[in-house]
């Protein structure tokens, strides 16, 4: 069995982040208040619907966000309580220490590969780059460390498929790519952004497995964001529901799903099309979508969602933050254990 | 963002944003590009003066009168003694001690009251309303004598006259190419993204020719083999034809894309299953969605127009006098002696850039307008 | 009775090269598609993608034209049409009998047209007079569960889930007999698919309607279709009511699907298995049986000789050599 999680060291923890993006139609919070931890060897799923905030939260650590989003307050600590912290949300986003951060310590899965590849420039090319950007060595040894990763990823062939183009691969492969890229700069952190959702199933399976044997190799702490119920539970050792740029409710993975302790998390399973449902089974649905993070309701932000709303406490007044590393619902209605 | 913004609108209920239609949030968005906003004014201005030009212009920019030429630009002083009477100084002629030449300067003594709506030369308003009014002009004076606020040319035509003349000559061929251009553009393009084939490869080769040939030979080639006979207007005509030659391959090729790049739209599609006729689906679902576009591409086309037609007067081989553009304004301006005497010619120059530069920061901002949806 | 028997259908897209564009060979985007689907039920196309389940309903609908094979659709009741060969004029009139749900709610709606003269707009070419469509605007937003007030809003308004209603709402305007519905709810979040899905169920329940749903979410197939056909590189290889496809498949790529999708239980975990390798390329398909560079189960004969779609049991079918001797895991 896994480790207590007590026992692994945080690898980076992310306390009270805030995110704003200042538009013409007026300020976005596109997180508040969010925490929490991430540590060698496990992996934390973040789940949530569109405008939850759970890529901005990726592109917030390694400091990527587009403009006009910027970090308005909070910390994302980078070995947290040994003499190397570095607080990432003080750096220069631009500056050398950031950028050795990024794609060095921490390294990002995207959700279509393409985004971090260049159609102009072979495999090889572009993994040989990002490997001798974060070590110091020639030419033909980064291309032997390039086949290396390549193999590693699970890329058959990897001596030809090396100087092939990416436009030259299929989806599955080129999402190895992009974890070859990812693995260039010899990470302990990795975020995956949606890893799998461009990919057909089969693919997705083949993929999951990939990173689940990267991780178990490497020890590295997993940031695994997505919208599906399924890799969660399948994934992730703790899980961070999010809702219009909060976390609604942290915990270990099998506690989330057998006794989910935010309406919205249960709201959430229960609308998942599940592949043992009965012919012509219907779901039980959430009313209304998702508001823009513009216009986020007062009070709970899911109040006007929410089947079990307190008229005049959830309209008003926003439940507290759940405290890092506690498993807890952000909910009136939550009873801590 | 345009997903944002939907769901902002859905929200909050704004119906302003949810019953505002296509051509509205356009305008909100360009609203928010500054400089296009200026350019549009700067535009709208100089279509103004092309408009109404007689009425802005002082004296008849093609009454010759050797006694006047090359006046330098003449300030209007506001006031007299104290008291608001705007005047000019009125002329005199003095012999030139070294070259016994009659050169004319001002008098100071010679005071001439200027005035609002003055009769002058005859014109007709908007080319139906026989007048003699004039925005400006000067009470008294004799022959000769005349407001001259950008000097005179060697012929002693008032430039600035002759400037607002050839505003309307110039911003209309170019309105005129473009016009010509666009039909050109979006009936080849259409057909082109339309039908495809071989019909399409016909037509993009013939651009791809058109477009590999030097223009400045091409529109030579042309304009010299236009007869000497041929009148004012008929060579007006000629010119037009031969700027808008080349300006149509643009247009047609974003027509063609965008039609090329509808067909495949879900919308189209789904009126395609709903019954919907070859010509409703032209005419309601494509043309509408790229309307914004074409404008946009025309304000980018029509500075082009201006600088060919420009280019084409100033080497001489355009409009010929006595037509006036401002690339003939420019003609004078091509002497380096003349020029070194009288620098204000050049002052054609500057109608010139300002419009193009309008033209193009419009153009931008209204490209980006165009599509609230991308 | 069958609303739509589809047989033999194939679709290939020549690849030229060379000066004088010779065909040098070809794309077998759908080879030999056969299925029907009988009046008031779902059938699911599932696969995945550059499987051509897009390409059939494409085809079926005349957006795309199929290279050769039969369609015969029934506009109503003791008619039947056959599609492939039909001129476009007379294609024109059976349109309204059949109508698509578009997989993106974004670009399905022109975004220059108020959502009242969207949902009109099929009816508005049909011929029906202005009177009667606006009141039939009404119903049809009442139906799909929208304010009237929408009538004279754009589509900018409104969110993913509420576009894909005003598109529901668009296809029954007419009272189709058939909807193709290509990914209805892919692209939507979760608790919207939930609701449209339920909407989806609800009105077949309400019009008897016929339905093609192509998806490649078996969880969502799950819920909303009676039987499943399930593509590999052009092909059908397995048909069969929903639930005995889930607890039981018999054919080797339906047990992959089935056990690559990831249960939202955490104990279930590690059950999801990853058949190896990569979907076959339908320009240069394998020999024999297209999957068996992939299946565990390959024999000699799988790589030899291409396995036909037959019926092991009444009312399911499947493509495989070794259907009646393997026992295939399924779920549920």
Known sequence: MRPTPMAEPIALAVRDLAVRFEMEQGNVHALEGVSFDLRAGRTLGIVGESGCGKSVTARSILRIIDRPGRITGGRILLDPGTPQEVDLAALDPESARMRAVRGGRVGLIFQEPMTALSVHYTVGNQIIEAVR?????????????????LREVGIPRPETRIDAYPFELSGGLRQRVGI???????????????????????????????????????????????????????????????????????????????????????????????????????????????????????????????????PGRCTAEMPPAIPPGIAGASCFLDVPA | MSAAAADIGATAGQDRFAQATQLQLTWWRFRRHRLALISLFIVALFYAVAVFADFLAISDPHATDARRSFIPPQAIHLFDDGAFRPHVYGLRGVRDPQTFKLVYTPDPNRKLPVTLFARGYDYALFGLFETNIHLLGIEGGSRGDGIFLLGTDQLGRDLYSRMVVATRVSLSIGLAGVTLSLLLGVLLGGISGLYGGWVDTVIQRVIEILRSIPTIPLWMGLAAALPNTWSVTQVYLAITVIISLIGWTDLARVVRGRFLSLREEDFVVAAELAGASQGRIIFRHMLPSFASHIIAAVSLALPAMIVSETALSFLGLGLRPPAVSWGILLQDAQNIQVLAGAPWLLSAAVPVTVVILAFNFLGDGLRDAADPYG | MNVLEVSELRKHYPIRAGLLRREVG???????????????????????????????????????????????????????????????????????????????????????????????????????????????????????????????????????????????????????????????????????????????????????????????????????????????????????????????????????????????????????????????????????????????????????????????????????????????????
């Open chain 1, 180 to 310: 070859a890229m990812a693995l260039a700069g010899d990470p302990d952190i990795l975020i995956a952004d949606e890893p799998t959702t461009a990919l057909d199933v089969t693919t997705q399976a083949q993929i999951l497995a990939l990173l689940r044997r990267l991780q178990a190799e490497k020890r590295i702490a997993l940031m695994l964001i997505t919208h599906d119920m399924g890799v969660i539970a399948e994934m992730t050792d703790e899980v961070a529901v999010m809702y219009l740029g909060r976390v609604v409710e942290y915990a270990p993975v099998a506690a989330l799903f057998a006794a989910p302790r935010h309406p919205y998390t249960r709201a959430l399973l229960r609308a998942v099309p599940s592949v043992l449902a009965a012919p012509r089974q219907r779901l039980a649905t959430i009313g209304g979508a998702v508001p823009h993070p513009g216009a986020r309701p007062a009070g709970c932000a899911f109040h006007p969602r929410c089947a079990e709303v307190i």
């Open chain 3, 26 to 332: 070809r794309v077998r985007a759908v080879d030999g598609v056969s299925f029907h689907i009988a009046a008031g039920e779902t059938l699911a196309l599932v696969g995945e993608s550059g499987c051509g389940k897009t390409t059939v309903s494409r085809c079926i609908l005349r957006a795309l034209r199929a290279t050769s094979g039969e369609i015969r659709f029934a506009p109503e009741d003791g008619r039947v049409v056959e599609l492939v060969g039909l001129p476009k004029r007379q294609l024109r009139p059976l349109r309204r009998h059949m109508q698509m749900i578009f997989q993106d709610p974004y670009s399905s709606l022109n975004p220059r047209m108020m959502v009242g003269d969207i949902i009109a707009e099929p009816l508005k070419v049909n011929g029906v007079p202005a009177a009667e469509r606006q009141a039939r605007v009404l119903e049809l937003l009442d139906l799909v569960q929208m304010p009237a007030s929408a009538r004279s809003r754009f589509p900018h308004a409104f969110s993913g889930g509420q576009r894909q209603r005003i598109g529901i709402a668009r296809a029954l305007a007419l009272q189709p007999r058939l909807v193709v519905a290509d990914e209805p709810v892919s692209a939507l979040d979760v608790s919207v698919q939930a609701q449209i899905i339920n909407l989806l169920l609800d009105l077949q329940d309400r019009l008897r309607l016929s339905m093609l749903f192509v998806a490649h979410d078996l969880g969502v197939v799950r819920h909303v279709s009676d039987r499943v056909a399930v593509m590999y590189v052009g092909r059908i290889v397995e048909v069969a009511p929903t639930a005995t496809l889930y607890r039981t498949p018999r054919h080797p790529y339906t047990e992959a699907l089935l056990a690559a999708v990831p249960a939202p239980d955490p104990a279930r975990r590690g059950r999801q298995l990853a058949v190896l390798g990569e979907v076959a390329d339908p320009a240069n398909p394998p020999p024999g049986c297209a999957f068996h560079p992939r299946c565990p189960y390959a024999v000699e004969r799988c790589r030899i000789e291409r396995p036909e779609l037959t019926e092991v049991t009444p009312g399911r079918w499947t493509s495989c050599h070794r259907a009646r001797e393997l026992e295939l895991a399924g779920v549920g």
């Open chain 1, 133 to 149: 950007q974060h070590s110091d060595i020639s030419k033909a040894e980064a291309r032997n460390r390039a086949i290396e990763l």
